[in-house]
């Protein structure tokens, strides 16, 4: 399809590099967040500015969202100025925040009742891959709309899947951020022990990562925790919202899940330090007062 005008929503600590991609991938880009000042780097390569997100989806072909939270989503699809109601057909909608597979299948079926399409497509890798541009997508929705936004995600990712219908993105990013909070929990508990013992954390770093024990945490978050690192590549905010988001449909499915109950308990805590806005890899901190 002939795609002119790609508007972006959210334009954050992942949403900015993810936007720069596809300006330099040759799309003019329509840009909305609520600071503005987070698109001023946009802006100055030429990307648009508009005042609402109901403004951006009228002049926009394709759309696609990188918000908050789940209500923040619910706000901008299906609210009183939702951009389902502002946008012509034919448009397509990639939602990329991590949120409900509910709502995902909510915004689909409204979207196809107006002549649109729509795809949940929440993505991993956090802030280095959104500025490498390697960033795994998992994606619900029907196979020619998927097929349609392919130009448009091989610039923001590399490993991108279609997972099934509507939520099924949702559902993968849900098995990712339970297999990544148990593993956060295992990096920071080995990090402690590392330090009690008086081991050089760098050399055990270089041992394990490269063994049984490697992870993508283990290899890119841990170097931030010895560095003394915090900013956030992905907010612990964010993260607990996830958690939330991944108990409650676990509970829907009677399925019992200790591992991420003991992780968000752990990660509320943290937050309760004042660490909410800091990076996940944060949770260190908990073992280093």
């Known amino acids: 399809m002939n795609v002119k005008k790609i508007g972006f929503i959210g334009t954050g600590v992942m949403g900015g590099s993810m936007a720069k991609h596809l300006l330099e991938g040759g799309y003019h880009i329509n840009v ?7 698109a001023t780097e946009l802006l100055d390569a030429g990307a648009s500015w508009y005042e609402t997100p109901a403004e951006l989806a009228a002049d926009s072909d394709v759309v696609i969202t990188m918000v908050g939270f789940p209500s923040d989503v619910e706000e901008v699809y299906i609210g009183t100025h939702g951009i389902l109601k502002h946008a012509k057909p034919g448009t397509y ?7 409900s597979p509910s709502l995902a299948i909510q915004i689909s079926r409204e979207a196809e009742k107006r002549g649109m399409f729509a795809l949940d497509a929440p993505v991993s890798g ?13 994606v619900g929705g029907e196979e020619k709309p998927f097929q349609d936004m392919m130009p448009i995600l091989t610039l923001l990712g590399q490993n ?6 509507a939520g099924s993105g949702q559902h993968t990013k849900m098995c990712n951020q339970i297999a990544i909070a148990s593993n956060m929990v295992g990096v920071c508990e080995a990090l402690a022990y ?13 041992s394990i ?3 049984a024990a490697g992870s993508w945490s283990l290899s890119n978050l841990a170097p931030r925790i010895i560095n003394d690192n915090f900013e956030p590549g992905f907010y612990i905010k964010h993260f607990i919202k996830d958690m939330k ?10 399925l019992h899940v200790p591992g991420l109950s003991l992780a968000k ?9 004042g660490e909410e806005n800091s990076g996940t890899q944060a949770l260190f901190k908990l073992w280093n007062n």
């Open 32 to 38: 909305y967040t609520r600071t503005k000042e987070k």
């Open 93 to 99: 909608f990639i939602d990329m925040t991590t949120s």
């Open 126 to 138: 956090g802030d280095v891959g959104a500025k490498n541009g390697t960033l795994t997508i998992m």
């Open 160 to 165: 991108i899947v279609l997972q099934g219908s």
């Open 194 to 206: 590392a330090k009690k013992t008086g081991l050089d954390p760098e050399k055990v770093l270089t």
């Open 209 to 211: 990562s490269a063994g």
């Open 245 to 254: 988001i991944a108990i409650d449909e676990a509970e829907k499915m009677n």
């Open 265 to 273: 308990q752990l990660y509320e805590s943290v937050s309760q330090l």
